[in-house]
């Protein structure tokens, strides 16, 4: 069972559009992040959440707006898609920090904007 | 802002010989941890290393700690083909509630 699972993997789309990315992890944790790798591989945390809750929010425009229905899940819809929004979008879930683990990742969405 | 430099930058070895990579930071640290991410693939995690910790070992893989440098290595020893990947450190701060904050990374390619 994968632990972490995004869809899609692949998304084009046209500037102006509006699409989600969504996100489950199976691995019971409280929390779920958003990163984006740009195309010279830099990662940077987006959001953050925690059972549900928004913990972190990166000074990202408005037009990402991450939702978590349950802790299992958190989906980026993504809106107005500008060619800057061009990268590959990072699920990933984690322990509480003091359990002192790693993080798991999902398998990436590499999203271009035409 | 980024919170890691990564040194070196790219680094070509052959099969057999030990690759280290180094990785430095700004703030204070909860824990440091590296990871593998292979071309085109999602990140991969390797090891942690505790704020309070100096050495950690992982099967072939060596992590070092200075806290007093802000620095750490990852050492991988009798390195394979398959270890070519890019290498990543990240830090996770006292207050950033668990955030990663990662260095531009190392792309090590391992010549058979």
């Known amino acids: 069972d994968t632990a972490v699972s995004q869809t899609p993997k692949y998304l084009v789309t046209q500037m102006g559009n509006d699409k989600s990315i969504k996100c489950e992890q199976n691995l019971g944790h409280d929390t779920m992040y958003w990163y984006k790798q740009d195309s010279k591989k830099f990662l940077k945390i987006m959001f953050s959440?925690?059972?549900?809750?928004?913990?972190i929010n990166e000074t990202v425009p408005n037009r990402f707006s991450p939702k978590s229905p349950d802790k299992a899940h958190l989906n980026l819809h993504i809106n107005s898609l500008e060619l800057g929004d061009s990268a590959v979008y990072f699920c990933?879930?984690?322990?509480?920090?003091?359990?002192?683990?790693?993080?798991?990742f999902g398998s990436g969405t590499r999203l271009t904007v035409v | 802002s980024q919170q890691g430099e990564e040194d070196p930058q790219a680094l070509s070895i052959q099969e057999g010989e030990n690759a280290t990579m180094n990785c430095s930071y700004k703030t204070s640290i909860n824990n440091l941890q590296w990871y593998r991410q292979n071309s085109g693939r999602g990140l991969v995690h390797l090891i942690l290393i505790r704020s309070n910790e100096r050495e950690k070992h992982s099967g072939r893989l060596r992590v070092t700690l200075d806290t007093s440098k802000k620095s750490s290595s990852l050492l991988i020893t009798a390195s394979r083909a398959a270890d070519t990947a890019s290498y990543f450190c990240a830090t996770v701060g006292g207050t950033s509630y668990g955030k990663l904050t990662f260095g531009q990374g190392t792309i090590l390619t391992v010549h058979p």
């Open positions: 990933a879930s984690s322990p509480p920090p003091a359990a002192g683990s790693g993080y798991t």
């Open positions: 959440y925690n059972n549900k809750e928004l913990i």
